[in-house]
């Protein structure tokens, strides 16, 4: 993924998921300067500082009523 996709995602009225190393996150921030993002993994909750090429973007997803 790059920056400007994350940014995206992030600032999205839509879920779109995005998962690192297999897990699914949420994008708290972007940094373009340093290509990096602060994420939070969904099911622990705990955030990590990664770099924005290693987040692969999974789709829309429905939310559920």
Known sequence: MDASRAEQIMKSADIIG?????NY???EDVDKGRNTAHV????EHNTI???I???E???P????H
């Open 40 to 43: 939070t993994y969904l099911e």
């Open 18 to 22: 995005v998962m690192y190393r297999n």
């Open 57 to 59: 973007e999974t789709g």
């Open 25 to 27: 996150v949420w994008i």
């Open 53 to 55: 090429d290693q987040l």
């Open 49 to 51: 500082h990664v770099g």
């Open 61 to 64: 997803i429905k939310q559920l």
